[in-house]
């Protein structure tokens, strides 16, 4: 398996779109557009419209906050220690670990019985517990010490209107 066939390409994209947003000045809000093109320097393949319903949904699940109007976008909503990889993956994926992996029911009909159900449990709330060890804040960082950060693009943030202080 190679590395990353484990995380579905949205939350790739999500997990780059904060890791850039949390690497800027707490509260700056992020467009589409600048967003975009920083995503399509690193994949030029990148999608701006994939990438925009990806910001939507985490903006629905509480992480973004979207500001509307002509200096809209989008900014973090909350500081980036406080959000981890599993919010995100939750976010992305829609995990419910109370739900069996073999059945469409909301319950496993073999409940108490199969052993095998409970041992995927058992995983998938380890898996989750790993990526909650795992904070945008850090994440950020290794961006930046790749040489990604968004110091190289000070010009597409020049006069952008800062949010209110999520403090």
């Not at 600048?34 to 903006?59: C, F, G, I, K, N």
């Not at 906050?65 to 994926?93: C, F, N, Q, W």
């Not at 060890?133 to 597409?156: F, P, Q, Y």
Request: hydrophobic share 40%.
């Amino acid at each position: 398996m190679a590395v990353g066939q484990l995380f579905s390409q949205r939350f790739g994209y999500a997990v780059h779109a904060l890791a850039y947003m949390a690497s800027k000045p707490e509260g700056e809000i992020t467009t589409l557009p600048e967003l975009a093109d920083w995503m399509q320097q690193l994949w030029p393949s990148a999608s701006r419209t994939y990438l925009s319903t990806v910001l939507q949904q985490l903006a629905r699940a509480g992480i973004l906050r979207s500001h509307r109007g002509v200096a809209g976008g989008y900014s973090l909503a909350k500081r980036p220690a406080e959000i981890t990889l599993r919010d995100v993956y939750i976010a992305m994926e829609g995990v419910r670990v109370d739900r069996c992996g073999l059945s469409l029911e909301a319950q496993c009909p073999r409940t108490g019985i199969c052993n095998l159900s409970r041992r995927i449990a058992s995983i998938e709330d380890e898996f989750l517990t790993l990526l909650d060890k795992h904070r945008l804040s850090a994440v950020a960082r290794d961006l930046e010490l790749r040489g990604n950060a968004t110091g190289r693009n000070d010009r597409r943030t020049g006069g952008r209107k800062r949010a209110r202080s999520r403090r």
